[in-house]
């Protein structure tokens, strides 16, 4: 089980609330898992990661943009491509429903993104957010 800590705290609260509910929603589906339940749990992990790609990746967009985020080109990228990768996780699930190892492709899709995206490209924005925050404090 994972669990919010400095390795993936950016020090936005908006991103670390999100952080933080990303994690609980990896959490029940391993729980699932865990307990024979991972294919009935698959739609709830699907329908949470479209919300997420939807409403939390935009808001960030939102202040990469105004904050002018030096990076937003390859930050930017990565969102889109896991809105690509979920897109065609979707799109299977759609066609076959969840097989046995579809839990775990959900799984390691979300481990993914909070060890690769989470954990280093949005620490990057926190501490380029925080500095231009203070230095609009001091200005």
Same mark, same amino acid.
């Given at each position: $089980? +994972?669990?919010?800590?400095?390795?993936?705290?950016?020090?936005? &609260?908006? $991103?670390?609330?999100?952080? *933080?509910?990303?994690?609980?929603?990896?959490?029940?589906?391993? !729980? +699932?898992?865990?307990?024979? %339940?991972?294919?009935? !749990?698959?739609?709830? +992990? =699907?329908?949470?990661?479209?919300?997420?790609? %939807?409403? !939390?990746?935009?808001?960030?967009?939102?202040?990469?943009?105004?904050?002018?985020?030096?990076?937003? %080109?390859? !930050? &930017? #990228?990565?969102?889109?491509? /896991?809105?690509?990768? =979920?897109?065609? #996780?979707?799109?299977?699930? +759609?066609?076959?429903? @969840?097989?046995? &190892?579809?839990?775990? =492709?959900?799984?390691? /899709? $979300? @481990?993914?993104? /909070?060890?690769?995206?989470?954990? *280093?490209?949005?620490?990057?924005?926190?501490?380029?957010?925080? &500095?231009?925050?203070?230095?609009?404090?001091?200005?």
């Amino acid at each position: $089980m +994972a669990s919010f800590g400095e390795e993936f705290c950016c020090g936005i &609260a908006f $991103m670390d609330n999100g952080t *933080k509910k990303f994690i609980s929603e990896l959490n029940k589906l391993s !729980h +699932a898992m865990k307990t024979g %339940e991972g294919r009935q !749990h698959v739609v709830f +992990a =699907l329908d949470y990661l479209a919300e997420y790609t %939807e409403k !939390h990746l935009k808001d960030e967009e939102k202040v990469m943009i105004k904050y002018r985020f030096h990076d937003i %080109e390859n !930050h &930017a #990228v990565q969102h889109d491509e /896991l809105r690509t990768e =979920l897109s065609k #996780v979707i799109g299977e699930y +759609a066609k076959r429903g @969840a097989d046995h &190892a579809f839990p775990l =492709l959900i799984q390691r /899709l $979300m @481990a993914d993104w /909070l060890s690769r995206h989470i954990s *280093k490209s949005d620490k990057i924005l926190g501490d380029y957010f925080i &500095a231009m925050v203070n230095k609009s404090k001091t200005s």
